[in-house]
């Protein structure tokens, strides 16, 4: 049976998060309240209405729903203007090759991302061809750690979810990977991501055998 390999877009196919720190800082900074990097990885995976939950309660803050809204398109029109820089060069190293093997081996590829500017990316950085489906932010009620993103891409290639192996940075990702009854691979520290089935620093350390294992298995 052929199966479907699901990437998460930030921090398995390009560094986003970098982009987001400074757009969250500067949104943060500006009502007074302070973000550092730590705080920036406890966003990783996390929705935007989500992170700007946790932002007003890390700075105690509480506003009126209009200015919630307000503040999240301020973020979201900054963020952009950094999204608007990315080129190739942001790929991260072997995701291409990686992208190749499998479509080469004939499996299916999709993207699984919270993000509601993951299309865009994706053809900014000229690999929007390469998937087969892709299910963001703005195709889901609930976020990760919610399985559903996942469950959707799934459901779309139709593809049953333990025949699924999802590629995820995040926490919250590899907890929504492991909900849906799907393979979890942890790309990152081995510690924060224990609960994944495999845990790879990058692509660059996954080899040809691993892979194939995941196809015939
Ligand atoms: P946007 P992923 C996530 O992407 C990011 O990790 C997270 O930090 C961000 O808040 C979220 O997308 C929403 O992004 O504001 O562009 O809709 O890792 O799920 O690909
Ligand atoms: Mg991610």
Not at 40 to 65: F, M
Not at 156 to 175: H, M, R, S, T, Y
């Amino acid at each position: 049976t052929k199966k479907a390999f699901i990437f998460d877009l930030d921090g398995v196919i390009v560094d986003t998060a970098k982009y987001h720190f400074l757009a969250w800082k500067k949104l943060a900074n500006g009502i007074g309240v302070d973000f550092t990097h730590e705080q920036n990885e406890q966003l990783k995976g996390v929705s935007r209405i989500k992170s700007l939950e946790k932002i007003l309660a890390w700075g105690n803050k509480t506003i009126s729903e209009a200015e919630f809204t307000r503040l999240m398109g301020l973020k979201n029109e900054d963020y952009l203007t950094y999204i608007d820089t990315m080129d190739e060069q942001e790929i991260l190293p072997d995701v291409t090759k990686t992208l190749d093997f499998l479509r080469a081996a004939e499996q299916h590829i999709a993207l699984g991302s919270a993000s509601k500017n993951a299309r865009m990316i994706l053809e900014k950085v000229n690999i929007l061809s390469k998937f087969d489906v892709i299910v963001d932010g703005n195709d889901v009620t609930k976020a990760k750690p919610d399985p559903e993103v996942f469950l959707k891409s799934a459901e779309q290639l139709q593809v049953a979810p333990k025949d699924c192996i999802v590629f995820e940075d995040a926490v919250a990702g590899i907890q929504a990977a492991n909900a849906a009854g799907m393979v979890s691979i942890g790309i990152g520290d081995k510690v924060t991501l224990h609960k994944a089935d495999f845990v790879f620093a990058g692509f660059q350390e996954m080899d040809a055998e691993f892979l194939n294992n995941l196809i015939t298995s």
